[in-house]
């Protein structure tokens, strides 16, 4: 099973980016998905998720400005960034969980540098 995060790169303040998270090795459509970011510093925190239902959650720090979905015809999650703040910057993390035996996957990472 791999994880390959994807999409990362340097973007000015108030611009957009989407990361992808492509899986393989195995069906994900029946995993919950989302994304962690680790910002210079400080401590992984949790950016998002969507649920094999396709409900998402959003943390509070990000609502309004993200977007998660997926492709499960792709094994694919997607987080799409709007209106990004330099205290976005950090590396992103996807992450697949199978709900029922809590086994899960990540990804390597894709770092976001937003400047001002």
């Known amino acids: 099973v791999q994880l390959q995060a994807s999409g990362g790169g340097l973007v000015q303040a108030g611009g957009s980016l989407r990361l992808s998270c492509a899986a393989s090795?195995?069906?994900?459509?029946?995993?919950?998905a989302g994304w962690f970011r680790q910002a210079p510093g400080k401590e992984r925190e949790w950016v998002g998720s969507?649920?094999?239902?396709?409900?998402?959650e959003y943390s509070d720090f990000l609502k309004g400005r993200v977007t998660i979905s997926r492709d499960d015809a792709k094994n694919t999650v997607y987080l799409q960034m709007s209106r990004l703040k330099p205290e976005d910057t950090g590396v992103y993390y996807c992450y697949f969980r199978n709900p029922w035996i809590n086994t899960e996957y990540w990804g390597q990472g894709t770092l976001v540098t937003v400047s001002s």
């Open positions: 969507i649920k094999n239902n396709w409900s998402t």
């Open positions: 090795g195995r069906t994900f459509k029946y995993y919950n």
